[in-house]
């Protein structure tokens, strides 16, 4: 699993590729709590992403909620980062 979130994190493609067919499964988290699709495209690796994406990567989905201006909450849905 380190090797699918160092590939995403370095927009190795092929090795991504490799890893996702033989099973490894796409939503793991790092000891930060990141995906290898988050690490994929903080990292600027869109073809990294899309191959995360068509191995089965979740999108993590959260509301943003501005309470006042200039203070703004991320707030994710319950279960959400639950794979």
Do not use: C, K, Y
Not at 20 to 36: K, M
Not at 49 to 66: I, K
């Amino acid at each position: 699993m380190a090797a699918l979130l160092a590939g995403a994190r370095d927009g190795q493609v092929g090795d991504l590729n490799r890893l996702l067919t033989s099973g490894v499964p796409a939503n793991v988290r790092d000891a930060n709590g990141f995906t290898p699709l988050m690490l994929a495209v903080v990292s600027g690796h869109l073809p990294a992403a899309r191959a995360l994406l068509d191995g089965g990567a979740l999108v993590p989905v959260v509301f943003v909620v501005e309470r006042r201006p200039g203070q703004v909450i991320i707030d994710p849905p319950e279960g959400l980062f639950e794979p």
